[in-house]
């Protein structure tokens, strides 16, 4: 069964750090990997998403994700952080090999210190 | 316009009562999603269905019944509540099973 796991449980960094989260995930096929936010009280939405091709994904808000196949990880990053990034982040995969499900990781709570 | 919406948002209520909460997506998805997020933010799938037709039925107790009267509509039924129900249950769509997910706003279920 894949699985996904998000070491850094809580990040916390001041305005205008940089970001990097990371996320590996443990299926050897072919896979499609996601990351989500959730800001607080919200629902989850989608930051970038990974299918094939270039592996630095660039999504919304400055986020960018690089899919390095032979450490099977897709980390996120972003150059410098502003407090409205504070939110919950989560990585996602669905490979071709588990019913097309999507499975999370365990999140990541990143707070931004103004 | 929401795309993915549930209600009720709140759910407040008391062990052994039987509740619903409703989900519809307006996006045209074939594929639609129930999640459960518990206090430490975890999500795992619970039910999946393409088409009105359940795909996935993730190892969740038979007090759980998911319902879908069409494409649009995946409606969740719970019935004899228990303490652990307590969290947030996330309905989701995609345009199919390998495409980015839409959530909707969540109904926290709180049981007494």
């Known amino acids: 069964a894949q699985s996904v796991s998000q070491h850094n449980h809580h990040v916390i960094l001041s305005e205008a750090a940089s970001l990097e989260l990371g996320c590996n995930y443990s299926y050897g096929g072919t896979v499609n990997l996601f990351w989500y936010v959730q800001y607080p009280g919200q629902h989850l939405q989608l930051l970038l998403k990974y299918f094939s091709g270039d592996p630095l994904v660039k999504g919304i808000k400055g986020f960018e994700a690089e899919f390095i196949k032979s450490k099977f990880s897709f980390n996120l990053r972003k150059p410098s952080v502003q407090w409205s990034d504070t939110a919950e982040y989560f990585c996602?995969?669905?490979?071709?090999?588990?019913?097309?499900?999507?499975?999370f990781g365990s999140g990541t709570q990143l707070t931004v210190l103004p | 316009d929401t795309a993915v919406s549930q209600t009720p948002k709140y759910l407040v209520t008391q062990m052994g009562n039987d509740k619903s909460i409703k989900c519809e997506q307006n996006l045209g998805h074939d594929t639609m999603y129930w999640y459960k997020q518990d206090s430490k933010k975890f999500l795992k799938i619970m039910f999946s269905y393409n088409n009105k037709e359940l795909i996935i039925n993730e190892t969740v107790p038979n007090r759980f019944s998911p319902k879908s009267p069409d494409k649009a509509h995946l409606n969740l039924h719970i019935n004899s509540l228990e303490l652990g129900d307590s969290a947030v249950y996330f309905c989701?769509?995609?345009?199919?099973?390998?495409?980015?997910?839409?959530f909707g706003d969540g109904t926290r279920l709180s049981i007494l």
């Open positions: 989701a769509s995609s345009a199919g099973t390998n495409q980015p997910q839409h």
């Open positions: 996602a995969v669905i490979s071709s090999g588990s019913a097309r499900q999507l499975t």
